[in-house]
């Protein structure tokens, strides 16, 4: 590089170079002799040094060591350049070196220890087996513990790091691809298993009773391993001849423990790595050791997905390799068959959840988005990806049954799984990652996947993969550009290619034949994979700029349909509304431009039948989805202005005017529910938003009906009476869901002068309109109004004078009537009358000194006759979410039994909502803050379920699904994982057996 240009001071000389502290860089450099601060050639070994103070720092300790080293460095250029370039990296191995002079003669060329083609350099344990001809082998280690030294284990290690000093060599100085050096490390760390093994049984008795054969799993097994990280193994053993098998099992457990205790003890000379066992049948739990048999039986019976998927990388790397080849050709012809089990799309898709949570939950604060093998665009997004589409379609391609990632990647890309493009860009990806974790490693020899955040940490990763102008800069934006090319995987894995089987698209990309396109999408959670396909070719077939956005749209949104808990649905409910809209300039042009609208349809389409009927019939209705802005609550008041405004513009066309109305319910409809679905709106806001929404809708179609009753009027002439509608049931309670109808009770007042009997026919002509404008049919979810709560029931007048309800509920009201009228709220009509009749009521539903003994005991004979006989026939108990033990009648009973007792005494207990009630009942020493929370808890579970309920199937329910599949899809609607649905069912059990013991306690206890 020479001298450049000259400075004052040596110092500013060596800082130009690229030194940190030049003043010190000087003295160290004077240190290693007079002349040296003017060796050009040293100075330019040590500027290209990724970190130059780091790598003189280690030769200035090496030299004050072993003076005599510096000699042989400038006798010997390549050897110094070499050792400077690991020094540079490597602080740990120049540690090594200090402790170890001799080994520097390790880094000389050919023919220097080991080196290529220098003793001891025949294949080790592993085998090279395409890491390169000249890939070092590493039989030595176990020649060398075997060769009679009192301290093997420190001798094991000494030899292990002097062969990855030469292996590091080869990497920093470029001699070796990334594949040379991950099947390096793989095949030294075999020979290290293999020495362990023989230091094992040096030290166990009976050891030649048990053939022991160590499988190397995850990146050991794949010849693909890093400098430091656990090495997964398994180990299966078969007694020698003539030996009683459960002996033989006994000593082939200690010789495993003494191997993983060999690897990973601290000595003198420090540890290795830690030997993990984990992935053996049962994990930790199961024996340490099994025999073949014993493998393969439970492979056969119990395995995961998850555990063929780990096999994919099973290979002998140590003890009787014999046993390890008969291992891994058996456990191989089961892992190919692993996608035609059932359960392999759960399987998938836990897999999936437990990478990204264990991603989430193990990273420090502030480190998730720095994790290179863990974080989003990491290197275990690429190999899990791999590794599926391997699964899915190895088992009828032999050609993609390879242990390693990049060969795996390959494989795909040449059978036309993988579009050539991405396959080169994904294993760019994924050799950029892990060359930087290689240089992560390397510093201290410490396992870590974390990029730093210092400045001069950065700068070393960057000069050390050659960067020169800007190397921390550079480093970071060539890295965040990797990850997020690696983050569109699946995509770019999974999705795009399907698009080849059923379009015409460029030659370039890859193209699955339609029997692989379906196992394809069948193992991404498609149940109809046929279907999926003909929906994708009815979308992306042609040349209209219509299908060319559709083909840039489908690969992302296939993704988040698989992601959704019915992919199918999702599919075929997004072509659907794609249908309705044709050409629409602004909805693909939305999808494509806007991924957070498209991210949440997709997601809304494929978890139930509710949001995509309202949106077939209103598909405009997409555009709202486009922020959280535009799904929060509106406001009940503009929305009765917007209704009034409706039903004013269409005057005395009765029909239109609530047709109108019935189609801005179904928008607010639409929006809640994808507020609820999205998280954004928590139940009890969904019960009030849904209660509201009836009141606009029923003022609106009071409004008119009484347009057109007054229309039939002679001359027009006004209504001879006033009428108001009083809400009942969960509507007066504010706790509507998706499928309530809306209970009512109507009441009027004649005006001054007017005839009763005119009045009252008036009021039930009214009446009859309201229910019978509502009831039209319609593509709007309808809104059933039930009046049997009234005064007699059916049998009732529909229609009573405030005088009428004055005389009944004073002369012949029962219990049950008193407490339902604890819901009771004026929601249309005449305010002033509603007023006067919630005054009406009051003294009955809050009686003075609370409710009597005697109505005590009738309402809790009627709350066990309404248990035992209202229940559907066949329905269990303990998953009716209405009548059910803890379900919403315990509830909201026990919490009308305390009002009925003391809010005449209590103006706080006055509400018609079950939750508000509980609350005051705490607020007031009424109610154990503990049993409170236990009922509100079993309420707010119920009533989430019987909302979820209806917008999974698109019609209500009372019951906890007994159907496996729908039981799954409205369990994913509360939020729970796919495989989580009897997690579901466990939760509601547990929370209502608890409610209903506070039940027992406080409403059938005195």
Not at 122 to 127: F, N
Not at 398 to 425: C, H, N, Q
């Amino acid at each position: 590089m020479g001298a450049g240009p000259r400075f004052r001071t040596t110092a500013g000389r060596l800082a130009a170079l690229g030194f940190a502290d030049g003043a010190r860089a000087e003295r160290l450099l004077r240190g290693l002799g007079p002349e040296a601060a003017d060796d050009l050639e040293l100075l330019d070994d040590l500027a290209t040094a990724a970190d130059p103070d780091l790598a003189l720092t280690s030769l200035s300790r090496l030299t004050d060591r072993e003076p005599g080293i510096s000699a042989a460095l400038r006798a010997d250029p390549g050897l110094r350049r070499r050792l400077l370039r690991v020094f540079g990296l490597s602080a740990a191995l120049a540690e090594h070196v200090v402790r170890h002079p001799a080994d520097v003669g390790r880094l000389g060329g050919p023919g220097s220890p080991g080196s290529p083609g220098s003793a001891g350099g025949a294949g080790g344990a592993g085998g090279a087996g395409g890491a390169g001809s000249t890939a070092p082998s590493y039989e030595e280690l176990p020649r060398a513990v075997q060769a009679g030294h009192e301290h093997p284990l420190d001798v094991l290690r000494v030899a292990y790091r002097g062969r990855l000093l030469r292996l590091a060599a080869r990497d920093v100085m470029g001699e070796a691809s990334l594949i040379e050096v991950t099947a390096g490390l793989a095949d030294l760390a075999a020979a290290a298993l293999e020495a362990a093994l023989a230091i094992a049984r040096a030290e166990t008795e009976d050891a030649g009773d048990v053939r022991l054969a160590v499988i190397g799993m995850g990146k050991c097994g794949a010849r693909e391993l890093n400098y430091i990280s656990d090495v997964d193994v398994i180990f299966v053993a078969e007694p020698a001849e003539g030996v009683e098998e459960t002996h033989a099992l006994r000593v082939a457990t200690r010789l495993a423990q003494a191997v993983m205790w060999a690897c990973s003890a601290s000595t003198a000379e420090g540890s290795l790595w830690e030997v993990d066992a984990g992935l053996r049948p049962e994990g930790k739990i199961g024996p340490l050791v099994r025999t073949l048999d014993s493998h393969l039986a439970y492979y056969r019976r119990w395995a995961k997905t998850w555990e063929f998927q780990a096999l994919l990388k099973a290979r002998p790397v140590a003890g009787d390799l014999e046993l390890g080849h008969a291992y891994v050709a058996a456990v191989g012809e089961l892992v190919w068959q692993a996608s035609a089990r059932d359960g392999f799309v759960e399987d998938v898709q836990a897999m999936r959840r437990r990478v990204e949570a264990h991603a989430r939950t193990n990273a420090r604060a502030g480190e998730a988005d720095r994790q290179i093998k863990l974080g989003p665009g990491g290197l275990r997004d690429i190999e899990f990806a791999v590794q599926l589409l391997q699964l899915v379609h190895g088992r009828t391609d032999p050609r993609l049954r390879r242990r390693a990632t990049l060969p795996a990647l390959a494989a795909l890309s040449e059978g036309g799984y993988v579009a050539r493009d991405d396959a080169k860009a994904l294993a760019e990806a994924y050799t950029f990652l892990r060359r930087v974790e290689h240089l992560l490693q390397l510093h201290r020899l410490r396992r870590t996947h974390v990029v730093p955040d210092d400045e001069a940490d950065l700068r070393r990763l960057g000069r050390g993969l050659g960067m020169t102008a800007d190397p921390a800069g550079e480093f970071t934006e060539t890295w965040k550009r990797h990850a997020r090319q690696a983050r569109r995987l699946h995509e770019k894995l999974f999705y795009r290619p399907l698009l080849q089987a059923v379009a015409r698209l460029p030659e370039t990309q890859a193209r699955l034949s339609p029997e692989a396109a379906a196992a394809r999408l069948e193992a991404l959670g498609y149940a109809d994979p046929e279907g999926a396909l003909r929906h994708i070719a009815a979308l992306t077939g042609g040349v209209s700029r219509r299908a060319a956005i559709q083909r840039t749209l489908l690969p992302v949104m296939l993704g988040w349909f698989a992601d959704a808990p019915d992919p199918d649905a999702g599919l075929l409910g997004f072509r659907q509304i794609s249908d309705k809209l044709g050409s629409t300039p602004w909805y693909l042009r939305l999808l494509r431009d806007e991924t957070a609208v498209a991210e949440r349809l997709a997601h809304l389409l494929g978890t139930g039948r509710y949001v995509t009927g309202l949106l077939l019939h209103a598909p405009e209705a997409v555009a709202m989805l486009g922020s959280p802005a535009e799904l929060a609550v509106r406001p009940a008041a503009a929305l009765a202005a917007e209704a009034a405004a409706a039903v004013g513009r269409h005057g005395a066309h009765a029909e239109s005017a609530v047709a109108a109305v019935r189609a801005l319910r179904r928008r607010e409809l639409l929006r809640t529910a994808c507020a609820d679905l999205s998280g954004l709106i928590d139940v009890e806001e969904v019960g009030r938003v849904l209660s509201s929404l009836a009141d606009v809708t029923i003022q609106a179609a009071l409004d008119a009906a009484l347009n057109a009753v007054r229309d039939k009027m002679p001359g027009g002439a006004d209504l001879p009476t006033r009428i108001a509608v009083i809400a009942m049931g969960r509507l007066g309670g504010m706790e509507c869901s998706y499928g309530s109808d809306a209970d009512v009770m109507f009441v009027h007042e004649p005006r001054p002068g007017a005839s009763e009997r005119e009045a009252a026919q008036a009021a039930h002509a009214v009446a009859e309109e309201l229910r019978r404008l509502l009831a039209l049919p319609a593509p709007d979810p309808p809104l059933h109004v039930d009046a049997d709560l009234r005064p007699e029931g059916r049998q009732g007048p529909l229609v009573r004078t405030l005088a009428s309800y004055r005389a009944y509920y004073s002369r012949w009201s029962s219990h049950w009537e008193a407490q339902a009228l604890l819901r009771a709220r004026f929601c249309a009509g005449d305010d002033v009358l509603g007023r006067d009749f919630v005054g009406l009521v009051d003294p009955l539903r809050f009686p003075v000194g609370g409710v009597s003994p005697e109505a005590v005991r009738e309402i809790r004979k009627l709350k066990a006759r309404m248990e035992a006989e209202r229940l559907p026939r066949g329905a269990d108990p303990a998953l009716h979410t209405k009548l059910g033990r803890g379900g919403l009648a315990d509830v909201e009973w026990t919490a009308q039994l305390i009002q009925l007792r003391h809010a005449a005494a209590v103006p706080e207990l006055r509400t018609t909502r079950t939750l508000e009630a509980l609350r005051a009942a705490v607020r007031e020493g009424l109610l154990d803050p503990a049993d409170e929370a236990e009922l509100a808890r079993a309420w707010r579970l119920a009533s989430r379920i019987r909302d979820a309920i209806m917008l999974v199937r698109g019609r209500a329910g009372d019951g906890v699904p007994t159907l496996v599949k729908e039981r799954t899809l409205v369990a994913r609607a509360l939020g729970y994982p796919p495989d989580g649905s009897e997690d579901f069912v466990d939760d509601y059990r547990r929370v209502t057996r608890r409610a209903r013991a506070v039940v027992e306690r406080v409403f059938y206890e005195d």
